[in-house]
């Protein structure tokens, strides 16, 4: 069995990197704190820094989740990855490089729809003249789904695995 262990996780420090570099003056009605002698986003003040102890039901009740997270300190979060894990890993050995899902372009926010050969490939290449955030890879019913848990504080707040699959039949795509 996995056991979960403290992870590295290379791009905290490229999401604030390009957190400081965005253009907030081409942004309208967004209220986002900055140093204004140099115009770039105050990273630490947008950024709520916590252990993964504290990041719980609670917490996101009592915040209404209104700004990013950043957990420096994974112990007490109930996340489980496998160790080493890669974005090419996923998409040659685990989902496949055709499955293809809709990417949001941050900056102007549109969905791109994209393979997961076309998301490695733009991720990897790290020449992100736009940024672009795959939070609609859905990795349900795959190999990947067997060895990730979720933030202890995600499954207890999954509306669609805690109420919504109980109504539905073992194999919700079967024809009746």
């Not at 965005?22 to 820094?49: C, F, M, Q, W």
């Not at 990013?68 to 890993?89: A, C, H, K, M």
């Amino acid at each position: 069995m996995y056991k979960p262990q403290q992870l590295s996780i290379p791009f905290d420090r490229a999401f604030l990197e390009m957190a400081n570099a965005l253009d907030t003056e081409n942004y309208t009605n967004v209220k986002v704190p900055h140093d204004h002698a140099s115009g770039n986003l105050n990273g630490d003040t947008i950024v709520h820094r916590l252990h993964g102890s504290e990041v719980t039901r609670d917490y996101f009740e009592r915040t209404a989740f209104c700004s990013p997270v950043l957990v420096e300190q994974l112990e007490g979060l109930g996340l489980v990855v496998p160790p080493n894990i890669t974005v090419s890993d996923i998409e040659r050995f685990i989902i496949g490089p055709t499955r293809e899902f809709d990417v949001l372009d941050v900056a102007n926010q549109t969905e791109i729809h994209m393979t997961l050969m076309e998301w490695t490939e733009y991720f990897l290449s790290q020449d992100w003249k736009k940024v672009l955030n795959a939070l609609s890879l859905e990795y349900t019913d795959t190999e990947l789904e067997k060895v990730i848990t979720a933030p202890t504080a995600v499954r207890e707040m999954d509306w669609l695995r805690l109420y919504w699959l109980k109504d539905l039949p073992e194999d919700p795509y079967a024809i009746t």
